[in-house]
């Protein structure tokens, strides 16, 4: 089975510019989950989201958006970046529980990483 | 509120030597606890959960709900163990994974 794939894995962006980042999840996972990763902070929640829905939401400017498609593929945008938002975003999925929901466990993506100069 | 917390931020032993990750958490409700790693140049990947109750790579860790800690262990550290471990809770009030700040391991030999 193949892996999460996120693409593209490195993007060197300059200030005030947007981007999107794609990620495949693995296939028969519904649920895809976005998480920022910086060394000071750790990986924060950004997003999750499951059948085209956003179902959960961090604590995130409006800068940070995202979307999910019917084939569970996954796409986040960040519009008028700023040199903070340099770091590596990591996209995950989750397979279904027993009883149809999240089993919790998540399988994750090499991760995009994203400078901003 | 939901949180994990990982006191600290880099721990250096040497091969051999006893290692112990702690992970604290505070959660309203029946936890489950889980331990991801990410070695150098590889993506996170989970260790283990504490419904499992199994030793992965020799590593084992315990719920124990009264000290609300999850702390990761092993007898004897080994250089390959040395990576970047982070202690999650899932909240089945908000559907989230939630991870703590993460602990740097370091495994001299």
């Known amino acids: 089975k193949a892996g999460v794939t996120q693409t593209p894995r490195y993007l060197i962006k300059t200030r005030g510019q947007q981007v999107t980042l794609s990620c495949s999840p693995i296939?028969?996972?519904?649920?895809v989950s976005w998480y920022q990763q910086t060394p000071g902070q750790g990986l924060q929640f950004l997003f999750e989201?499951?059948?085209?829905?956003?179902?959960n939401k961090g604590n995130f400017p409006g800068r940070f958006s995202g979307r999910q498609f019917s084939n569970s593929r996954s796409e986040m945008n960040v519009s008028t970046l700023e040199l903070g938002d340099s770091a590596l975003y990591l996209c995950?999925?989750?397979?279904?529980?027993?009883?149809?929901?999240?089993?919790?466990?998540?399988?994750f993506g090499e991760g995009s990483r994203l400078t901003v100069l | 509120a939901q949180r994990v917390t990982q006191p600290e931020k880099l721990l250096s032993v040497f091969k051999g030597a006893p290692v112990e990750l702690k992970c604290n958490y505070s959660?309203?409700?029946?936890?489950?606890l889980f331990w991801y790693v990410q070695y150098s140049r590889q993506r996170l990947q989970l260790l283990l959960r504490?419904?499992s109750r199994e030793s992965i790579k020799g590593f084992t860790a315990d719920l124990n709900k009264g000290e609300t800690s999850f702390h990761l262990k092993k007898p004897f550290a080994q250089e390959e163990d040395s990576a970047m471990y982070y202690c999650?809770?899932?909240?089945?009030?908000?559907?989230?994974?939630?991870f703590g700040t993460g602990t740097r391991l370091q495994v001299f030999p």
């Open positions: 995950a999925s989750s397979p279904p529980g027993l009883a149809g929901g999240d089993t919790g466990e998540l399988f």
């Open positions: 296939s028969g996972h519904r649920s």
């Open positions: 989201y499951f059948s085209e829905t956003q179902r």
């Open positions: 959660y309203s409700g029946s936890p489950e």
């Open positions: 504490h419904i």
């Open positions: 999650a809770l899932y909240s089945y009030n908000t559907d989230k994974l939630i």
